[in-house]
């Protein structure tokens, strides 16, 4: 909710608003930011997989960088 959206700068309102995410863009309820439900999900498929998924987790954040 909130507190991850101004963690992570995104304060789309579908992410931080039940209301607004329900009228305006007609889910259920405000959604999680898709970081979030990487961050709560690697260390279960990390486990079940019996390999770290960190080094292809960096990569993809190097890899969508804005370059400066």
């Not at 304060?11 to 990487?38: C, Q």
């Not at 999900?41 to 990569?59: C, F, K, N």
Request: proline content about 7%; overall charge negative; hydrophobic content about 40%.
């Amino acid at each position: 909710g909130v507190k991850f959206a101004a963690f992570c700068q995104d304060s789309n309102p579908i992410h931080t608003s039940p209301l607004l995410a329900k009228y305006a863009f007609g889910y259920e309820r405000d959604i999680a930011h898709g970081m979030w439900a990487v961050g709560r999900a690697m260390p279960a498929i990390e486990a079940r997989a019996g390999v770290s998924l960190t080094p292809v987790a960096e990569q993809h954040r190097t890899d969508q960088d804005p370059m400066t």
